[in-house]
């Protein structure tokens, strides 16, 4: 008996496990087909998609994921969902009296042996699901072990910095002009609480950035229009079309550049 029941412990231990890994699956899912197209992806928006979807429930990541899915998968991650839920919330308190007899923790385990089962089963269906867009966007098995073998060796890039959300209005209180590599130079949005932003394919998401640094220049075409309260998430037609009303009646319009993950932008009187 002593055995069975630390068998049972042993046993739902795996069951929860497996429901977590399929959750952080889910998210990984979400944060890689919530992209149109990977051509959009900037590193900081692929962060912030990732962030915001490990802040999620299982049920909410489930929900977020409906219109991305197929039927067949979306129809198991409900019953996932009752399953983890009730592996959370209620297993001990509706079996607990099974474990006063063999005969009852032989039921235990079998019931844990197949949640654990089904998990992993269908973490297995998700992943082979997401693996054509997981190499469309370069992620192939040959990218993830040559960075298992960097992890390895202590070889990591610095992670970004963790922002806040956006709200729906934010203070937009300057536009710096920041040289970063190939001799490009980004927008960087400062709102008013020193939070600083950039361009996304939705309006602004996440920077690399903490603090203005003393070599930053002031953007002079949008200086006469700030300070202004704008949506920072404005409706967009397509990924990286999309504009921001400033003072004076100024719109500040968002295009897709010429050349691949680029843009372009300008400032125009509203009609």
Not at 234 to 263: A, T
Request: net charge negative; charged share 25%.
């Amino acid at each position: 008996m002593e055995d069975l029941i630390k068998e049972v412990y042993a046993r739902f231990g795996l069951a929860y496990y497996l429901g977590e890994v399929l959750h952080r699956g889910l998210c990984n899912v979400y944060a890689l087909l919530s992209f149109e197209n990977p051509k959009d992806i900037t590193r900081p928006r692929l962060e912030e998609k990732f962030t915001y979807a490990f802040s999620l429930t299982l049920g909410q990541v489930i929900k977020e994921l409906e219109r991305l899915l197929p039927s067949e998968l979306n129809a198991q991650l409900q019953i996932a969902l009752e399953k983890r839920n009730f592996l959370a919330h209620r297993f001990w308190y509706e079996r607990i009296h099974l474990m006063g007899s063999e005969h009852g923790l032989r039921q235990m385990l079998d019931e844990l042996h197949e949640m654990s089962q089904f998990f992993d089963a269908l973490d297995q269906k998700v992943n082979k699901f997401l693996e054509p867009r997981r190499i469309e966007m370069g992620a192939t098995d040959e990218v993830i072990n040559h960075l298992m073998m960097e992890i390895a060796l202590g070889i990591t890039e610095e992670p970004l910095i963790s922002h806040r959300r956006l709200k729906k209005q934010e203070r937009l209180v300057k536009v710096w002009d920041v040289k970063i590599t190939d001799g490009l130079v980004a927008q960087i949005f400062e709102m008013d609480d020193g939070t600083l932003w950039q361009f996304c394919d939705v309006g602004l998401g996440w920077s690399i950035f903490e603090n203005p640094s003393p070599n930053w220049k002031e953007n002079q075409a949008t200086k006469e229009y700030l300070p202004v309260n704008i949506n920072p998430r404005p409706l967009v037609s397509q990924p990286w079309e999309y504009e921001f009303l400033l003072k004076k009646g100024m719109i500040f319009w968002v295009r897709p550049g010429q050349r691949e993950k680029s843009y372009t932008w300008g400032l125009r009187k509203a009609a």
